[in-house]
């Protein structure tokens, strides 16, 4: 048995001065990486809470942070297997992720209003109807994203592969290591409660 059984076991102070929390959650994350959805669930439960705390500081903007926070526990789920527990706490790894994308969303979004700043004249003479369809559309956005957080991770998961990553139902399928058919009563079940979330809160 290794030492972190050992110490697991013993109730002793766990690897590389890690909490038994992190030991946990570094666990959790080596059997994702094996395709185990109930062990992502646990990793995401435990670490999606800091991720967004993080990209928020990181962006100050909830909306941006809370699309951030998919992207990178998508990314965690899919390169789960380029985690090394020897190099240090999943939480550490998964936040450096995080960090990377936020940085990159922040020059994304610099560039796009570099980008507005260079079209002024041409924005200015926009119709009223225009502007109003955008800033609805971004009201829309966030909700869909509030509403998926909500969902259970066995209904969230398919959602955003599919749609914000573009998986067919096989590549889903394939990536979660569950049957075609699961997925697609997953997709439909979860399509009908964001749409229920959705409308509730319009």
Do not use: N
């Not at 570094?26 to 990209?55: C, I, K």
């Not at 994304?108 to 200015?124: C, K, Y």
């Not at 955008?134 to 969902?151: H, I, P, S, T, W």
């Amino acid at each position: 048995m290794d030492d972190r059984s050992d110490a697991a076991e013993g109730g002793a102070r766990p690897p590389y001065g890690r909490s038994s929390h992190e030991s946990d959650v570094d666990v959790l994350l080596t059997r994702a990486a094996t395709g185990d959805e109930q062990a992502f669930a646990g990793v995401y439960d435990a670490l999606a809470p800091s991720v967004m705390g993080l990209a928020f500081r990181v962006l100050r903007d909830e909306a941006q942070a809370e699309e951030v926070t998919q992207d990178v526990m998508v990314e965690v789920w899919r390169t789960a297997g380029r985690f090394r527990p020897e190099r240090g706490a999943a939480k550490s790894w998964v936040l450096t992720l995080t960090h990377r994308r936020a940085v990159d969303r922040v020059r994304s979004v610099a560039a796009g209003r570099a980008r507005e700043l260079r079209t002024g004249e041409r924005e200015r003479d926009r119709p009223f109807d225009a502007v109003a369809e955008e800033v609805e559309g971004r009201e829309e956005r966030r909700v869909v994203f509030r509403c998926l957080a909500q969902l259970a991770e066995h209904l969230r998961l398919p959602l955003v592969l599919a749609y914000y990553e573009g998986l067919t139902y096989a590549e889903v399928a394939d990536s979660l290591t569950t049957a075609p058919g699961t997925i697609k009563s997953r997709m439909r079940q979860g399509l009908r409660r964001l749409r229920e979330c959705v409308e509730a809160k319009s």
